[in-house]
């Protein structure tokens, strides 16, 4: 079956500009979950989803940060005004139910800001 | 603040040999998961461990609970090649995962 798709697997963008990174969780999940990975390290909760719900978002760094969901399904990370500290791999992840299943993790959008 | 340290970082073992992967954390928690990550690739759940003592065997590798010491352990039997990979292990908190920083593996011939 399908698992969690994300788009683009690449994306290069000048500091200043904005960018959008899409997120297709396993049909049907409920939660779905946004990591950052720098290179090297361990992912880092940015914000996490129950249906549209955004119930947490306590890891996103900044305010140029937004994530949003609107009908449940797919997910977009939006970065404003890009810097080069953003530079990392995203990770989206679903689970099926409650906060406490494993999470299925997405392949990532590696975002490189020049 | 939940906290989660891994070591060795870095394991260069060679092939048919044992070893452990150590996962300490900082404050309770009744959710501990391994995870694999090959390079350029996502991570691939391993383990669930949900329990005080839980104990998880898939093929070569083997993970165990003790949430009284916070410690979770990887055990590598008769390691091969296709076991090169970075292993990371995450604890939950709260609707969140918090991750070490990975013990990446090589094992050689």
């Known amino acids: 079956g399908a698992g969690v798709s994300q788009s683009p697997r690449y994306k290069v963008a000048k500091r200043g500009q904005d960018v959008a990174l899409r997120c297709d969780p396993i049909?049907?999940?409920?939660?779905l979950f946004w990591y950052q990975q720098a290179l090297g390290q361990g992912p880092e909760f940015l914000t996490y989803?129950?249906?549209?719900?955004?119930?947490?978002k306590s890891g996103l760094p900044s305010d140029r940060f937004f994530a949003e969901r609107p009908e449940g399904s797919v997910s977009t990370l939006k970065i404003q005004r890009t810097q080069q500290e953003d530079s990392a791999v995203y990770l989206c992840?679903?689970?099926?139910?409650?906060?406490?299943?494993?999470?299925?993790f997405g392949p990532g959008t590696r975002l490189t800001v020049l | 603040e939940l906290k989660v340290e891994q070591n060795p970082l870095f394991l260069s073992m060679q092939e048919g040999k044992n070893y452990t992967i150590y996962c300490n954390y900082s404050t309770t928690s009744d959710r501990l998961y391994w995870y694999r990550q090959d390079p350029g690739k996502s991570l691939e759940s391993l383990f669930v461990l949900l329990s005080n003592g839980a104990v998880k065997q898939e093929g070569r590798l083997m993970a165990s609970l003790d949430t009284k010491a916070r410690l979770s352990t990887l055990h590598i039997t008769a390691a091969v090649h296709d076991l090169s990979a970075t292993y990371f292990c995450?604890?939950?908190?709260?609707?969140?995962?918090?991750f070490g920083t990975g013990t990446r593996l090589q094992v050689f011939p």
């Open positions: 995450a604890v939950g908190d709260t609707d969140k995962l918090i």
């Open positions: 989803f129950q249906n549209e719900a955004q119930l947490d």
């Open positions: 992840a679903s689970s099926p139910t409650a906060n406490t299943d494993t999470q299925y």
């Open positions: 049909s049907g999940h409920v939660s």
